[in-house]
């Protein structure tokens, strides 16, 4: 069976690998030059990226508030994540009890339920930092 490992543990690894730490990280900067090491550095990066930003979904849903949205622009990023789109998302956002403000949002969503211009849609965020936004499926 084949063991778990916290992907942050292995973005690490690889990030100690490409930064010569080591003598696996010493071989292989030596073998790797410096052109794909700048790729690999990019290819971490945006990983953590993405860690960081599952991290920040999962507390927000976990602990946002929630509230309707309208869906004013919705356009493809280009980017996916397990097969599925990442858009960007323009919203209305209307929380009980409180003045409506607009939202830009980035969020990978299901390739068979992808909003449209005009879908209402619930949402949850921190009503302390309103950017911190994620869409309750």
């Known amino acids: 069976m084949t063991q778990y490992r916290d992907p942050r543990a292995n973005l690490q690894q690889a990030q100690n690998l490409v930064q010569g730490k080591g003598f696996m990280g010493w071989l292989t900067r030596l073998f790797m030059g410096k052109s794909a090491a700048n790729q690999m550095n990019a290819g971490i990066e945006q990983a953590q990226a993405h860690l960081n930003q599952a991290d920040m979904q999962q507390r ?11 869906v004013r622009h919705i356009q ?18 209307y929380p009980e009890g409180q003045q409506p403000f607009q939202m830009q949002l980035r969020t990978a969503v299901s390739k068979i339920a992808i909003p449209r211009v005009g879908d209402v849609i619930t949402v949850k965020y921190n009503p302390h930092n309103a950017y911190e936004m994620a869409i309750v499926q």
Do not use: E
């Open 60 to 70: 927000i849903l976990a602990t946002g508030v929630p509230a309707r949205a309208t």
């Open 76 to 93: 493809d990023t280009g980017t996916l994540i397990n097969f599925n789109p990442v858009v960007d998302l323009m919203l209305d956002v």
